[in-house]
């Protein structure tokens, strides 16, 4: 009984048909959280080579070094892998086609992007950290430009 009075309100009430060019309604994607992940990842980068080990003799704080490095590794892992989804959403589900014409290397920025991600889990590299944040930077302009607008680029440290 439910299904022939829904039904009869769908014919009498029928809803408007809609188009989206992505996946979500516009207004939900957005570089930001990239960019706050990416700069973790730097962050932590740099925590883990300018942490000093200790005297090997004092186990106390041995433990509390090898407890701070892994904390830091985890957290750079954790980062490198949300920034990497948080690009390829960017990238698979906001940029179009019609957004190659603009930017023809687009899909090689996100690639590569996608694989500093990974570099910066696998190793304990300053250079890849930067190159993220670069990488992160340049998809900032690219994915604000495709809305005519110029939405400043800031980083919290």
């Known amino acids: 009984m439910f ?13 408007p048909q809609v188009h989206a060019h992505c996946d979500g309604p516009c207004g939900v994607y957005d570089p930001s959280s990239a960019r706050i992940t990416a700069e973790a990842v730097l962050s932590m980068t740099k925590k883990i080579m300018d942490l000093e080990p200790p005297a090997s003799s004092d186990k106390a704080a041995m433990v509390a070094y090898h407890n701070t490095l892994s904390r830091y590794i985890a957290i750079k892992e954790e980062q490198a892998q949300k920034t990497k989804e948080d690009l390829l959403i960017l990238w698979t589900d906001y940029f179009k086609p019609v957004h190659l014409e603009k930017y023809p290397d687009l899909h090689d920025t996100f690639w590569k992007a ?28 690219m994915f604000w430009a495709t809305k005519d607008r110029d939405v400043s680029w800031y980083k919290a440290s």
């Open 3 to 15: 299904k022939q009075i829904a039904a009869k309100l769908k014919s009498n009430f029928p809803a």
């Open 114 to 141: 996608a694989k500093l991600c990974s570099a910066c889990k696998v190793e304990v590299s300053l250079q890849h950290a930067n190159e993220l944040m670069e990488a992160v930077h340049k998809i900032h302009h």
